[in-house]
């Protein structure tokens, strides 16, 4: 069974670019997740879908960032403009149903590199 | 924001022996869970520890969980080089939220 995919692994752009990750969750997961990881920390939550629906976006800002899961799938992250301080890691993860107690499947993340 | 704190930031053992990884937290929980990464990976879960639950073991892991004092510790025993990675514990307050602590970057030399 394949894992979480997400896409590009790599992007490198120069500030006030807009920049985009898309992120394919497991077959069934019906809760997806993006995570925001600095050099040298923990993940932290940007926002939680529950299919379609963004359940928990408190943690993302608002004013460059957005997201969207139109299908209840898939799901696309974008940073426009970007800012030198968004280079980092944004990992995508899904979970089953969003359960408590559930175990989140991490994709290998993007590593955005702000020039 | 983050919630755990791991002690130490960064361990370095051989091959056998055995690590210990220590997490503290402020709020009360639901769950605690550990994951490890990879260099350049995403994050892999590894257990599960729930709030009425004082000791959990895995294969080589072990891990243990005081509610009053707010501190989860992780054993790995007998370490490989295949465990050299960073350690995260992970709290979970509400509905499925997790907060991650710093991480702990366990070395294992052959």
């Known amino acids: 069974e394949a894992g979480v995919v997400q896409s590009p692994r790599y992007k490198i752009i120069e500030k006030k670019q807009p920049v985009a990750f898309w992120c394919n969750p497991i077959?069934?997961?019906?809760?997806l997740y993006w995570y925001l990881q600095n050099l040298g920390q923990g993940p932290e939550l940007l926002i939680r879908y529950e299919n379609e629906e963004a359940v928990d976006d408190s943690q993302l800002p608002k004013d460059r960032f957005s997201a969207e899961r139109l299908k209840g799938v898939d799901s696309t992250l974008k940073i426009q403009p970007a800012e030198l301080g968004d280079s980092a890691v944004y990992l995508c993860?899904?979970?089953?149903?969003?359960?408590?107690?559930?175990?989140?499947?991490f994709g290998p993340g993007t590593r955005l590199l702000v020039l | 924001s983050q919630q755990g704190e791991e002690d130490p930031q960064a361990l370095s053992i051989q091959e056998g022996e055995n690590a210990t990884m220590n997490c503290s937290y402020k709020?009360?929980?639901?769950?605690l869970q550990w994951y490890r990464q990879n260099s350049g990976r995403g994050l892999v879960h590894l257990i599960l520890i729930r709030s009425n639950e004082r000791e959990k073991h895995s294969g080589r892991l072990r891990v243990t969980l005081d509610t009053s004092k707010k501190s989860s510790s992780l054993l790995i025993t007998a370490s490989r080089a295949a465990d050299t990675a960073s350690y995260f514990c992970?709290?979970?307050?509400?509905?499925?939220?997790?907060?991650f602590g710093k991480g702990t970057m366990l070395l294992v030399s052959p």
């Open positions: 993860a899904s979970s089953l149903g969003g359960r408590a107690g559930e175990t989140q499947y």
């Open positions: 992970a709290t979970e307050s509400g509905y499925s939220t997790l907060t």
């Open positions: 709020t009360s929980i639901n769950n």
């Open positions: 077959s069934g997961h019906n809760t």
